[in-house]
T-cell receptor, first 114, second 112 residues
């Protein structure tokens, strides 16, 4: 048990669908992250929130829209995705922004876009 | 820019063999260094970390030493088990940027 949960674990969607990924952390952390993990590519940082404010947005297409309603919850809203968006989407949290802070990851949502 | 380079996998070993996974980094500042592990069907989890030069991180029989002079953080284990089969990620992190830079990952297979 890592203290970070993600739902759903698997998601199949068409290119015209709208869906949302949910992440919840039970660790009392102040920072939350979305990463994309594709086969044979390094982990890609998508978004970072600190105390519910977005602090980093790494040139992610607008078809991905994050939301952080409180410090325990993070969403990733998806709409009009492309097949190349199929990947494992990982949520993570850390206590703060310190250089020694460990990130705690959820199990991921395996997304397939048809 | 800052980067982390890991040896390409997959690495295939027999049980009880010695493991080394090489990791080198390029950094403009003074980061902390991490090894994360990802077991099949799971997210990443911290394996060990070191926060300053010459520190040795260790956990579950794995070790890595922060070598500033060679900009390296190689992962070692004296005797691997089948349960160590996973993907291992080397990473660095600075203060203030929220950014952790990950290597591409090295897949390890351990045969019984």
């Amino acid at each position: 048990e890592t203290g970070v949960t993600q739902t759903p674990r698997h998601l199949v969607m068409g290119m015209t669908n709208k869906k949302s990924l949910k992440c919840e952390q039970h660790l009392g952390h102040n920072a939350m992250y979305w990463y994309k993990q594709s086969a044979k590519k390094p982990l890609e940082l998508m978004f970072v929130y600190s105390l519910e404010e977005r602090v980093e947005n790494n040139s992610v297409p607008s078809r991905f829209s994050p939301e952080c309603p409180n410090s325990s919850h993070l969403f990733l809203h998806l709409h009009t995705l492309q097949p190349e968006d199929s990947a494992l989407y990982l949520c993570a949290s850390s206590q703060d922004q310190g250089r020694t802070d460990t990130q705690y990851f959820g199990p991921g949502t395996r997304l397939t876009v048809l | 820019g800052d980067s982390v380079t890991q040896m390409e996998g997959p690495v295939t070993l027999s049980e009880e063999a010695f493991l080394t996974i090489n990791c080198t980094y390029t950094a403009t500042g003074y980061p902390s260094l991490f090894w994360y592990v990802q077991y099949p069907g799971e997210g990443l989890q911290l394996l060990l970390k070191a926060t300053k030069a010459d520190d040795k991180g260790s956990n579950k029989g794995f070790e890595a030493t922060y070598r500033k002079e060679t900009t390296s953080f190689h992962l070692e284990k004296g005797s691997v088990q089948v349960s160590d089969s996973a993907v291992y990620f080397c990473a660095l992190r600075y203060t203030g940027g929220f950014k952790t830079i990950f290597g591409a990952g090295t897949r390890l297979f351990v045969k019984a």
